[in-house]
């Protein structure tokens, strides 16, 4: 069984921009469609991000134009790169297969405040 663990979560102001990594323990290059989630506190988990195996990329509209998921098969890793940070962003962020969710991970936290 696949396990993530994300990482590069903190603590920004509005406006800034942070790097998440999600780091597999086993080849996700069988995994077709990879996504990032958040659940942000009293709310559901929420999808904001996907990206196939070729590459091809859909996102949420709450992020689109500020967000970037990308993924590298050969290091079993996919990434969120994460621009013009708004408060309502703050939440704990999840990696997980999209099609067929896995165990989940810790998460990491975000925080976007002034």
């Known amino acids: 069984q696949v396990q993530f663990e994300e990482s590069g979560g903190g603590s920004v102001q509005p406006g800034g921009s942070l790097r998440l990594s999600c780091a597999a323990s086993?080849?996700?290059?069988?995994?077709?469609?990879m996504g990032w989630y958040r659940q942000a506190p009293g709310k559901q988990r929420e999808l904001v991000a996907r990206?196939?195996?070729?590459?091809?990329?859909n996102y949420a509209d709450s992020v689109k134009g500020r967000f970037t998921i990308s993924r590298d098969n050969a290091n079993n890793t996919v990434y969120l790169q994460m621009n013009s940070l708004k408060p309502e962003d703050t939440a704990v962020y999840y990696c997980?297969?999209?099609?067929?969710?896995?165990?989940w991970g810790q998460g990491t936290q975000v925080t976007v405040s002034s």
């Open positions: 086993k080849s996700i290059f069988s995994i077709y469609l």
């Open positions: 997980n297969d999209a099609l067929k969710p896995r165990d």
């Open positions: 990206i196939t195996t070729g590459g091809s990329t």
